[in-house]
């Protein structure tokens, strides 16, 4: 019999509309076996600081350079930007002493170094200081935080060889937020009779990457912590370019969520046993 007092069944039952952000408040779902995982259950706080078991933080590769961001690329090379790039202290000492440093750690630094020389070139271009300067800073200081954030990482206790640079939140949030949009509308062509439900559904979908916004923007960055992947970007992922809607489903086993990042709400009989959670 389930108690319900467990702190699994309590989350479960205090919102079925809860988002998967919640599971970064705590270890309930940690499983360090599954670095592959779309919901924030390797983040922890330990003695005050934010820390990933796992390498589960949305990456630099986990959306495309196209666009602006490609456009970007060549001028970098072509006026030798990365040598322009001032490390910050904890990457610094790495590349200085990196005979004494794992490779993968000099590798990221390396990575590092690449993305931001990009990253910076596309917020010039993209936000031109000259005609919106308060964007350009703002935007500068997403930038600023990022490059704090990947001084963080590169010396976390649990750094391994197959850790990436964290993705800047910028291009990651408009590659999301263009996917959730395009999924939904593919949904409602192919099965039109089911509009008011893919209306339904892509209201509650940009309140989850409404809450992981607010996340990023009152936790993760001024804390300088890599942020969770957004949740309905892979599921788009999956779903429509890898078309294994299947696999999707399976990341979800054993969880208490549900496949659209919701806590799922379990049924529960007169003596309190849980039956069975409803998807």
């Not at 820390?51 to 456009?71: C, H, R």
């Not at 607010?214 to 999956?238: E, G, I, Q, T």
Request: with cysteine; net charge negative.
């Amino acid at each position: 019999m389930a108690d319900p007092q467990d702190p699994l069944i309590q989350l479960a039952l205090t919102s079925f509309s809860q988002s998967f952000r919640t599971g970064a408040e705590g270890e309930m779902l940690h499983r360090p076996n599954r670095p592959v995982c779309f919901l924030p259950t390797s983040l922890s706080c330990e003695a005050g600081e934010w820390v990933w078991a796992t390498n589960a933080y949305a990456t630099v590769y986990d959306t495309p350079i196209t666009g602006e961001l490609l456009d970007a690329a060549p001028v970098v090379v072509r006026d030798n930007l990365e040598a322009q790039i001032v490390l910050p202290p904890n990457m610094k000492m790495i590349l200085a002493d990196q005979l004494f440093w794992p490779e993968w750690h000099v590798n990221f630094v390396k990575q590092f170094v690449k993305f931001i020389a990009i990253y910076r070139r596309w917020v010039e271009a993209e936000y031109e200081e000259s005609e919106d300067p308060v964007d350009y800073s703002a935007t500068m200081k997403v930038l600023e935080n990022w490059r704090q954030t990947c001084d963080a990482l590169v010396v976390c206790p649990n750094f391994s060889s197959s850790w990436e640079a964290p993705a800047f939140f910028p291009v990651y949030d408009m590659y999301c937020y263009g996917a959730c949009l395009e999924y939904f509308e593919d949904q409602k062509e192919l099965f039109a009779f089911k509009k008011d439900s893919w209306d339904a559904y892509l209201r509650e979908a940009l309140a989850i990457i409404g809450e992981w916004q607010h996340m990023f923007d009152n936790l993760m960055s001024p804390k300088f912590v890599a942020f969770p992947k957004c949740l309905w970007y892979h599921r788009y992922f999956y779903q429509k370019v890898k078309e294994d809607p299947g696999r999707w489903h399976r990341f979800f086993d054993g969880t208490i969520f549900n496949e659209r990042g919701t806590i799922s709400l379990p049924r529960l009989t007169n003596d309190g046993t849980v039956v069975g959670l409803l998807n």
